[in-house]
């Protein structure tokens, strides 16, 4: 197999009873990649993870973490992968130190090696001047900060990441991508799932994930570039009403609501007069419009539509 | 490996003596348990209120009444003048027993004929109508006894020489302290297993201890070894409380006790694990330890003894384990058995211990993985 390569999947499939969540899927992964994998909730994107992390079985298919086959090496997967879940994992009646260490004993990281990874690790995440906190009395941006070093104690080659920014305030948010943006420099292949669009736009690259099927794979500026037609933006002060009618017309490829502005992919620049005259038969005014640079969440929701 | 367990243990006592709530379940909770089964659940039948109805007023009926008073056993609060007024009395729930002497009860006793003391109790409750009766029957037997010595009409008859062996006041609590050290033992094991493993479901560790290297025999022993070593603390604890508070008589040098405690363990810490296997929130963990527990204490022999029972119902006392536990701890003190004795209960709770940990462990293995 090629080194360069870190995950490796191969026709991957997983049912629940008829529910299809992960549909024949195959990628690559390379060292060193920040990969994002982007979908609302029920895309399948926790199963992926969990098939990854050998933690659960495929139906069928079969894939390879850091060289090792998660069918039949599962427990070598683990020594080599790092895993933050949604709730970061901690035991919150245990101090920040306590939980470092005993996530340090559970992956027997060698006793000589830990002062100087615990002080690294807690270094990077601001957390030595709380180190004997108990973890439940942190905020949610530094049990985060203490669930990413917890999952770090062992150096992994392959760093999971489940929705690891739920809940977690916006500054807090831009220290952590600033740690992930660290690791990958010493060369950590870093998986991350999100439902926020708009983080998703950090990775360098970004597969879209629409009920266990991959949408798209690209890195987010060919992604943008991808939708082929023009998009606009609309604003007007009816502009929940203004959807339906819209979508009603011929050539418009999908519209979303943000706030009182509408974007809305369209077959042709020209198009944007006969929406405004449609609307305006139903006196919906429309104060003004661009053409604009779609977002990744315009293009996740024209390929969901166009579906 | 064991370091890993170690390790998960050191993290399970810490968890546990940080936690208030946790620590008091742990420490004073068997002690209190302890009390009361010690102090207040008795069934030993003392201070029967009792209503004397005296038509005979002779010394010799005074003297009946003051030998029921002395004994201790009856306390005589109502003098009634009729019977009429008895009835009121055990209705109205102020005397549990009622006693009618005669008019010519003295006159007969000295001539040697038989007389007849009638005695009335609430049957309401059964069993203690029934010792009520038997205290009183023997006392004034007792009384017409002594005083017909030189009476002629005493029988010879078949004189019943009965002796209470091993408790010979028959004193409840010795019988109950004992059996409270299985139950206690029972119950923190039951609820520090099956909570702990549901607890790190609920706070969303268990998903990150399954990606680590952390393998599901490391996590079990891990999740039990803590509970079983409090578990033999409390027993040394509720021993030492027992025998130097209640003055619980230790017949036997309690050599087998670490033993049989360790062989019970196998089953209760089994089952535990199985609860943590069924539930998936710490509310339902509790509710299934109690819907166990519950039926194991009463059908256990700890209060009611396991030979009245249907059938039925005495053969499914067969997989309690407290059944075989509570004979071992009441063997251990009361008797002085050893393992020569107690060898068929402690061979049916360890094979009921391998059996139950088993299954456990591969269901909790499934569920895990």
Known sequence: MNTDISIKIFNLTKSFGNITAVNNLNLGIKKGELFGLVGPDGAGKTTIMRLLTATMMPSSGEAWVAGNSILSEGEKIKEKIGYMSQKFGLYEDLTVMENIIFYADLYEVPQKERPQRIERLLGFSNLTPFKDRLAGRLSGGMKQKLGLACALIHTPEVLFLDEPTNGVDPVSRRDFWKILYDLLKEGVTIFVSTAYLDEAERCTRICLMHKGKILMDDNPAAIKRSLGMPMVEMWSDDARNAIEIIKGIDGVQSVSLYGNKLHVAISRSELVDDIIINLSRSGIVIRGHREILPSIEDIFISQVEGQ | MFERIKQMVIKEFIQVLRDKRMKAIVFITPIIQ?????????????????????????????????????????????????????????????????????????????????????????????????????????????????????????????????????????????????????????????????????????????????????????????????????????????????????????????????????????????????????????????????????????????????????????????????????????????????????????????ILGIVVMTLSSLRFRKRIG
């Open chain 2, 34 to 350: 302890l009390m009361l089964f010690g102090y207040a659940v008795t069934t030993d039948v003392n201070n029967i209120t009792t209503a004397f109805y005296d038509l005979d007023k002779t010394f010799e009926s005074r003297e009946l009444a003051r030998r029921l008073e002395s004994s201790g056993y009856f306390n005589i609060a109502y003098f009634p003048e009729s019977p009429r007024e008895i009835q009121p009395l055990v209705d109205r729930g102020k005397v549990l027993c009622a006693i009618q002497i005669n008019n010519g009860f003295s006159k007969d006793l000295k001539k040697g004929i038989s007389t007849e003391v009638q005695v009335i109790v609430d049957g309401t409750d059964s069993n203690t109508a029934t010792v009520a009766m038997d205290y009183a029957s023997r006392i004034i037997m007792k009384y017409a006894k002594d005083i017909g010595s030189n009476t002629p009409t005493s029988s010879p008859g078949i004189n019943l020489n009965t002796r209470a062996w091993y408790n010979p006041d028959l004193r409840s609590r010795n019988y109950n302290v004992p059996g409270v050290i299985a139950i206690v033992i029972m119950l923190i094991c039951l609820l520090l297993t099956s909570m702990a493993v549901v607890r790190e479901r609920e706070i969303g560790t268990m998903e990150q201890l399954m990606v680590t290297p952390l393998r599901p025999i490391e996590l079990m022993l891990g999740k039990t070894i803590p509970f079983a070593m409090i578990g033999f603390f409390d027993v040394f604890l509720v021993t030492l409380v027992a025998v130097f508070w209640f003055d619980i008589p230790i017949k036997s040098s309690l050599q087998i006790m670490p033993l049989a405690t360790a062989i019970y363990l196998l089953s209760v810490l089994g089952i535990g694990l199985f609860i943590s296997t069924i539930s998936r929130t710490q509310q339902q963990a509790l509710m299934a330890t109690f819907l166990f527990f519950i039926p194991a204490v009463l059908l256990s022999g700890f209060m009611f003894p396991i030979e009245n029972m249907p059938k039925i119902i005495q053969y499914g006392t067969y997989i309690n384990p407290l059944r075989y536990f509570l004979v071992i701890t009441r063997g251990i003190f009361l008797k002085g058995n050893g393992i020569e004795i107690l060898w068929p209960q402690m061979t049916a709770l360890l």
